[in-house]
């Protein structure tokens, strides 16, 4: 690790878990830009040349030059002095996507504050606003969520170089909250298993032919609106309807015993992939699904919430 990136870790490791901040000059650094030692180059060259050639006028613009920089950083440095960020907690993804994380910015001077960005810290995908007086703006950035599991938010940095850019001003805060990660569906799954038989039914119930679980059948004369899928009728052109008969015979369970994968802890990833997949299949179809992994049981149920239970499971399994 070089001594860079040590650095930052160790900076980094000294700053507070919080979700909201109040920038203050204990949080808020300045540093000039390269502009900014341009400006002081030419400045020490404007300066040395009136000395030598007494240049009255050289001096006048020497120092007023000098004076706009010092006015600059000073109106930079309360560009962010002063405000508060509160974080709004992302919601759960899929791996692979991107995680969106807002914040909220408020300010209680009379004045807008100018030129506002935000950004993951190490990234260059910045969000720029401008705060209104005595006001608040909302932005948003995203990163990217490797693979599932539950992940700390990632240290987020502020910055300004308002009004000159001669002078960067910025904070880095480290949000408390955490973000879900579900397994990334498998794209191109196979069709759900078979149900199994219901406690007291008998089990030599004929299955449907194709071996997989859908409790749909054609569309007939006379079925009740309600049982139809209009779920499954929008993709695929096609009328269906519930098969109440079917439905009270089986139960749909999603074991992770059952995927159909082989192999050791390189296969249990796609595994989950693949029974994620499915959750959100039979979830589409408003079917009651079950889903066992090795030691959690969630029993049959539908609806978002049942939805969300399942994918979670899955995503701290």
Known sequence: MGLRKRFQVWFQSRLPLRDSTRLTQRNVYILPTAPGFMLGATLLVLLVASINYQLNLGYVLTFLLAGSALVGMH?????????TMHLIAPDAVFAGSNATIGINILSQRKSVRHGIGLAVLGTDHWSWTDVPAQGSSRVHVAFLAPHRGLHPVPALTAETRFPLGTFRVWTVWRPAAQV????????????????EPRA??????????????????????????????????????????RD???????????????????????????????????????DSLGLQYGLRLAGTEIAPGSGPTHRKACLQALALY
């Open 244 to 282: 109440a008969q079917q439905v009270q015979r089986f139960e749909l369970w999603l074991d992770l015993a059952r995927t159909g994968i082989a192999g050791g802890a390189a296969a249990t990833e796609a595994q989950l992939a693949r029974l994620c997949a499915w959750v959100l299949q039979a």
């Open 75 to 83: 109106v930079g440095h309360g560009t962010l002095r002063g405000i």
């Open 180 to 195: 879900l990660v579900y397994p990334a569906p498998e794209k191109h799954p196979p069709p759900l298993p078979a149900g």
């Open 200 to 241: 007291g039914a008998s089990a030599t119930v004929h299955r449907q032919s194709t071996g997989e679980f859908d409790g749909v059948r054609a569309y007939r004369r006379g079925d009740p609106l309600k049982r139809v899928v209009w779920k499954k009728a929008a993709k695929t052109d096609e009328l269906v309807s």
